[in-house]
Structure formats: structure tokens, C-alpha cells
């Protein structure tokens, strides 16, 4: 059963920094896609980043990219970070990982089939 775990959540004011975790089990693929999605409250979930296990190649979208850094700890290569600095209250949103084999197509949530639970973040004054 893949189950994907994360945590790091919590709030922080403008321009301050957060990182969330995300912990995969259970997926036996030979390669593997963790990717962040966030979706902000009433808005449609958006994938933001993503690495690719094999290559170590990661991705990001344009409202992120300089300002967040995916990450794989290197002892335990299913554990994903997110660090997310200069955060503004545009990122508020609850943020998700999901897994699948390849990153084409990373960012839209209909390709994926396994997901975590969420964690919030709140970036307000």
C-alpha cells in the first residue's frame, strides 16, 4: 500500500520560510515523481515542484521557482523536502505530495493516483 506522509506545516509571516516533509512508503516503481502540489482555499490544487528519483532532475513552476527548493535526503531517498523561503500570503494553501512514475506532466493532479493527507500553511502579518 503507498502511503505518502507529510508534515512541516504551520504559520509564518511575510517573507519568512517553512519546510515541509514528505515521507513516501510502499511504492516499488522502478522510478518515482514526488511532487508538491499546494491548493489554496476554494482555488483548484497546482503542482509547484518535483523530483525525479533517477536523474535527480527537479521542476518547478514559474510562481515558485527562486523561492522554493525541492530536496531528497540523501540517506533516505523517499523523504522529500520542500523548502520554501520568501514566503508571501499568495502561498497560503494547503500543500500535498503525490507520487507517479515520470515528471512529464507534473504539475496537473489528474495524473497522479497516490496522495498524502496535507499539511496548511498560512502566511499572513
Known amino acids: 500500500q503507498v502511503q505518502l506522509v507529510e508534515s512541516g506545516g504551520g504559520s509564518v509571516q511575510p517573507g519568512g520560510s517553512l519546510r515541509l516533509s514528505c515521507t513516501m512508503s510502499?511504492?516499488?516503481?522502478?522510478?518515482?515523481?514526488i511532487t508538491w502540489f499546494r491548493q489554496p482555499p476554494g482555488m483548484e490544487r497546482e503542482g509547484v515542484a518535483a523530483s525525479f528519483s533517477t536523474t535527480g532532475n527537479t521542476y518547478y513552476v514559474d510562481s515558485v521557482r527562486g523561492r522554493f527548493t525541492i530536496s531528497r535526503d540523501n540517506a533516505r531517498e523517499n523523504t522529500v523536502y520542500l523548502q520554501m523561503d520568501n514566503l508571501r500570503p499568495e502561498d497560503t494553501a494547503t500543500y500535498y505530495c503525490a507520487v507517479k512514475y515520470m515528471c512529464a506532466d507534473f504539475s496537473n493532479p489528474s495524473r497522479f493516483k497516490y496522495w498524502g493527507q496535507g499539511t496548511h500553511v498560512t502566511v499572513s502579518s
Open positions: 510502499g511504492y516499488t516503481e522502478r522510478h518515482n515523481c
